[in-house]
């Protein structure tokens, strides 16, 4: 069983920077994405970023040039640096990390949620 903890979510204002984080922890034999999704209300979750276990990642267009992952292979943990936050990234941010656990079966896991609020 892989559990994900996250943290980092806030209140910031509009231009505002946060940073996520989220570890992966439990029965991991091999990570191979780690990224973030966002649900805001009364929409659809949308993936955010994703990276792969050899460092290529793919951002939503509306994030790029403003948000950075990056991940600390030893500790099994991802950030996102978010930076210039805009209303419209008003959100809950989930972490998601695939790989394979121990026994050699495919794990997808999700993180509790951590809500970004941009005021304006």
């Known amino acids: 069983q892989v559990q994900l903890v996250e943290s980092g979510g806030g209140v910031v204002q509009d231009g505002e920077s946060l940073t996520l984080s989220c570890r992966a922890s439990?029965?991991?034999?091999?990570?191979?994405?780690m990224g973030w999704y966002r649900q805001a209300p009364g929409k659809q979750r949308e993936q955010v970023v994703i990276i792969t276990s050899d460092g290529v990642t793919n951002y939503l267009d509306s994030v790029k040039c403003r948000f950075i992952i990056s991940k600390d292979n030893g500790m099994n943990t991802a950030y996102l640096q978010m930076n210039d936050l805009k209303p419209k990234d008003t959100a809950v941010y989930y972490c998601?990390?695939?790989?394979?656990?121990?026994?050699?079966?495919?794990?997808?896991?999700w993180g509790q949620g951590a809500q970004v609020t941009v005021s304006s």
């Open positions: 998601d990390v695939m790989g394979y656990d121990r026994n050699r079966s495919v794990f997808n896991s």
């Open positions: 439990g029965s991991i034999s091999t990570i191979v994405s």
